[in-house]
């Protein structure tokens, strides 16, 4: 997949909307009761980053990333203000955040994760595009400085020596979301002052 590890600019990504989307087949029956599916086993998130534009400086920003992206060619790092960290929205991620595998004395590779529980029910999401310098480990609780290396681009964590059967392995991270523009087409509007502006930026989770 063509992808450009580089950063959507955080100040217009800060004034964005957008979330996760699932996707459900309803069936309703002539009784009315009705038969629901799920066709997608993840969620995939979409945005619009053009409530973050403020001013013409914003402007002239989007519009160079988006020539320098070639429109919905190449895809790009998006952090989600509402959610990019391993931990609460209000905390500092820590080393034992996420469970990301149990040591089995062989398996040296790792892919972060990050769960969502609510209830009894729980979802866990694969996490690709950790951010560099925030990532952190631990085994068994107790945090590891060296002996481990993380790759950025895919979320897989590689240790020099297989951690040992029983052995809990947890981490904390920062994170982006790998996107892609959904137009090839940016609609400029210039208004009497000529500062402009964007009715929408549509953006779209890549998966891999």
């Not at 980053?49 to 790092?77: H, M, N, P, Q, W």
């Not at 609460?88 to 996420?98: C, E, G, K, M, S």
């Not at 149990?102 to 996490?127: D, E, H, M, P």
Request: no cysteine; glycine share 10%.
């Amino acid at each position: 997949m063509a992808f450009h590890e580089v950063r959507f600019p955080d100040n217009i990504s800060r004034g964005a909307r957008g979330g996760p989307e699932r996707r459900t087949q309803i069936v309703e029956m002539a009784s009315g009761d009705e038969e629901r599916n799920g066709s997608w086993a993840d969620s995939r998130r979409r945005y619009d980053a053009s409530y973050g534009i403020r001013k013409a400086d914003d402007l002239a920003s989007v519009t160079a990333f988006f020539e320098a992206r070639r429109g919905r060619l190449y895809g790009f790092r998006w952090k989600d203000w509402a959610d990019y960290k391993s931990s609460l929205p209000t905390a500092v991620p820590t080393a034992t955040d996420q469970t990301i595998g149990t040591g089995n004395g062989t398996q040296t590779t790792f892919q972060l994760v990050k769960l969502y529980t609510s209830g009894a029910q729980s979802w866990t999401r694969t996490i690709t595009k950790p951010v560099a310098g925030t990532v952190a480990l631990a085994l068994n609780g107790v945090p590891q400085i060296t002996g481990w290396t993380v790759n950025t681009s895919t979320g897989v964590v590689t240790f020099a020596s297989p951690p040992a059967p029983g052995v809990a392995i947890t981490a904390g991270f920062e994170f982006d979301v790998p996107v892609r523009f959904d137009t090839d087409t940016l609609d400029v509007t210039l208004d009497f002052e000529r500062l402009g502006s964007i009715t929408s930026i549509p953006l779209i989770e890549v998966r891999r």
